[in-house]
């Protein structure tokens, strides 16, 4: 049985290192599929969802990348990472703007020490000012 994990989690790395590479080359759709291999065999890997997440949204895909940021927060509720992305799905890509503010509000709570929390703040009152035109 011990071999077997050491099996599952060599499939895992290796999947999720092809992603990583895919990724980072901009070949969005065969990350994803990589990334979903990997969380095959280890599924809580909310970093990897989160990289999941942000090809959905690189390919235009808003509703997956929503539903896969939430996936990563059901296993991190805190996750600073994922409250910041699920934040610019719903406000920029899902035009649900209050929705949006209420995830950056929660990860400004959560982790005040967030980098780039300025900026947030500034797009927070931004889009509570009603400009939205201008992605993150």
């Given at each position: 049985?011990?071999?077997?994990?050491?099996?599952?989690?060599?499939?895992?790395?290796?999947?999720?290192?092809?992603?990583?590479?895919?990724?980072?080359?901009?070949?969005?759709?065969?990350?994803?599929?990589?990334?979903?291999?990997?969380?095959?065999?280890i599924p809580f890997d909310s970093s990897m969802i989160i990289?999941?997440?942000?090809?959905?949204?690189?390919?235009?895909?808003?509703?997956?990348?929503?539903?896969?940021?939430?996936?990563?927060?059901?296993?991190?509720?805190?996750?600073?990472?994922?409250?910041?992305?699920?934040?610019?799905?719903?406000?920029?890509?899902?035009?649900?703007?209050?929705?949006?503010?209420?995830?950056?509000?929660?990860?400004?709570?959560?982790?005040?020490?967030?980098?780039?929390?300025?900026?947030?703040?500034?797009?927070?009152?931004?889009?509570?000012?009603?400009?939205?035109?201008?992605?993150?």
């Amino acid at each position: 049985k011990q071999k077997s994990q050491k099996l599952n989690f060599k499939t895992y790395f290796f999947n999720k290192q092809l992603g990583n590479i895919k990724f980072d080359t901009g070949n969005f759709v065969e990350a994803i599929s990589y990334y979903a291999k990997a969380l095959a065999e280890i599924p809580f890997d909310s970093s990897m969802i989160i990289d999941q997440g942000i090809c959905y949204r690189k390919i235009g895909d808003f509703v997956s990348a929503q539903k896969t940021f939430q996936s990563a927060l059901r296993i991190n509720q805190k996750h600073a990472e994922a409250l910041f992305n699920l934040g610019i799905v719903v406000i920029y890509d899902l035009k649900k703007q209050n929705e949006g503010v209420e995830h950056w509000k929660k990860l400004i709570t959560i982790d005040p020490y967030f980098a780039g929390m300025q900026h947030l703040k500034e797009r927070i009152a931004e889009v509570m000012q009603g400009n939205v035109a201008i992605d993150i």
